[in-house]
């Protein structure tokens, strides 16, 4: 088996790009998702543990062996933040969390982005730009807005979250996290958006989202790789400082698509990991397929793994992700109850279960596994358009 590891490093922003972006510190950025071609995805029995079992052993890179041990002090430093501002952050809003299994009678339908009218795609874009300029709690010293605390949260738990079972319920947790901040702190009311990549697999710069009056442009890679700072939309000017990887400091939002990364999205794969029957199986080929060649072909910001949320495209990704998941539990009776695999990677494992804690670290109450796996229950209570 295989594996496509890409080695190239995503720059930021050329130097024309950094002209531009005044007081930019320009910072290279060093990781991108691991991936796995669709020919070997389609290659891999369903029943064979050994491509899962590889996959796990896949580690995931934020700057190089250098870092790794101030990487780990800095992930138990968040946990223990996390745990303070769970009492802190959450005490004036209630999430809401369900105390039972329950159906919702009118779930809210996601809709594709396509099918949204005009005015609610500006409603959305603006409602993320309400919480990047919302004041932050002051709890989390990077964090210079209340978005970026959420960004901080997946940079904290990066190595807990991927390349396990718990990543499809944890981030399906964090994009209705922020359903919920945008509809209670932004005051948006439309639906929440999702949109489907595989109609622009090898070519998102011409989607209906990368457009100047949404979520900026995006160009394509220049002959060095390099992605540059976004120069129109919704976020034009918008700094980031959670991120990249460990080492936070200023830098733009930045942009760059691989072609060559976003054609690998493609309703061919989502098929091949739609097919198969175990969780497991699902999960690793999504993730490692899809997911993050959507990741890595969008990148810089997009590509780098731990702070890749400070791009806004990150919720449209991972809704399209959990989209996917959603078709696949919808397939067959007892899909929702299907998961399997450890809670985080690594050894030893330890078995995710229903009761397995999801976290915002302290943004917004702490849920379980169990909580999420049924988009139609009483807290979730949403579907998709199709």
């Known amino acids: ?168 319920p944890w981030h399906r947790y964090y994009t209705h996290l922020l359903s919920a901040l945008l509809r209670e702190e932004c005051e948006y009311t439309a639906p929440f958006p999702w949109w489907d990549e595989t109609k622009d697999a090898g070519n998102f710069t011409n989607s209906g989202l990368f457009t100047s009056e949404y979520f900026g442009s995006l160009p394509t890679i220049n002959g060095d790789g390099h992605g540059a700072c976004v120069t129109d939309g919704a976020f034009v000017g918008k700094m980031l400082h959670v991120g990249p990887g460990e080492n936070d400091s200023e830098h733009c939002l930045a942009r760059g698509e691989d072609q060559e990364q976003t054609k690998n999205v493609s309703k061919d794969y989502v098929d091949t990991c739609n097919s198969r029957t175990e969780y497991a199986d699902m999960r690793s080929c999504m993730e490692f397929g899809p997911h993050a060649y959507g990741h890595n072909g969008v990148g810089p910001v997009m590509a780098e793994v731990s702070a890749s949320p400070g791009d806004p495209a990150f919720f449209m990704h991972h809704s399209f992700i959990d989209r996917n998941w959603w078709v696949w539990q919808d397939k067959k009776p007892g899909r929702k109850d299907n998961v399997t695999g450890c809670a985080t990677p690594g050894e030893p494992c330890t078995q995710m279960t229903m009761n397995t804690t999801l976290s915002s670290m302290g943004i917004r109450p702490d849920v379980t596994v169990g909580d999420v796996l049924d988009t139609k229950n009483s807290w979730l209570c949403y579907t998709y358009d199709y």
């Not at 088996?1 to 190239?8: E, I, N, R, Y």
């Not at 029943?47 to 002090?73: H, M, N, T, V």
């Not at 138990?76 to 933040?81: E, F, L, Q, V, W």
């Open 1 to 168: 088996m295989k594996v496509s590891v890409l080695s190239q490093v995503i720059a930021g922003a050329g130097a024309a790009s950094a002209a531009a972006c005044k007081h930019v510190s320009v910072v290279p950025f060093v990781s991108k998702f691991e991936v796995v071609t669709l020919e070997d995805a389609q290659a891999a029995a369903a029943d064979d543990p050994g491509f899962i079992e590889y996959q796990a052993s896949l580690k995931l890179s934020l700057g190089g062996d250098d870092c790794e041990e101030g990487l780990e002090a800095d992930l138990d430093a968040g946990i223990h933040i996390g745990d303070a501002l769970n009492v802190d952050l959450s005490a004036d809003i209630s999430l809401g969390i369900r105390d039972e299994q329950s159906a919702c009678p009118n779930p809210a339908v996601r809709v594709e982005w396509r099918n949204m009218k005009d005015e609610d795609k500006k409603s959305f874009v603006n409602a993320i730009g309400c919480l990047m300029d919302k004041p932050p709690s002051g709890l989390i010293d990077v964090a210079t807005n209340r978005y970026e605390e959420l960004v901080w949260a997946h940079q904290k738990q990066v190595h807990e979250i991927h390349m396990a079972g718990s990543f499809l």
